[in-house]
Nanobody, 124 residues
Framework: QVQLVESGGGLVQAGGSLRLSCAASGRTFSSYSMGWFRQAPGKVREFVAYIIGGGGSTRYVDSVKGRFTISRDNAKNTVYLQMNSLKPEDTAVYYC?????????????????WGQGTQVTVSS
């Protein structure tokens, strides 16, 4: 079992950057694939990025490709989401998610463990 705690959200102007962190409990963090999702007001939660346990494979939703980078430090039990060139449409609550067996990486149902979320607000 793993517990996830996100941090790093905040208010930023369009074009700015933020780095989100997700700290995980437990001793087997490297065995968990990790995902970032986001939910904007009035919208369904959507997939943002994914990284496999060893860090060698990533995937992104098209709208963030070239702007966001997911990475992980297994020694620190932490996954990151570096967000550059932020746009107002990136405003949402961002959640990290984890599981040891991930099927469809873009699907919420694939992940059994979720953090509480961190708010990102991008002003125009």
């Amino acid at each position: 079992q793993v517990q996830l705690v996100e941090s790093g959200g905040g208010l930023v102007q369009a074009g700015g950057s933020l780095r989100l962190s997700c700290a995980a409990s437990g001793r087997t963090f490297s065995s968990y694939s990790m995902g970032w999702f986001r939910q904007a007001p009035g919208k369904v939660r959507e997939f943002v990025a994914y990284i496999i346990g060893g860090g060698g494979s990533t995937r992104y939703v098209d709208s963030v490709k070239g702007r966001f980078t997911i990475s992980r430090d297994n020694a620190k039990n932490t996954v990151y989401l570096q967000m550059n060139s932020l746009k107002p449409e990136d405003t949402a609550v961002y959640y990290c998610a984890a599981d040891t067996t991930v099927g469809v990486v873009t699907s919420e149902s694939t992940y059994g463990y979720w953090g509480q979320g961190t708010q990102v607000t991008v002003s125009s």
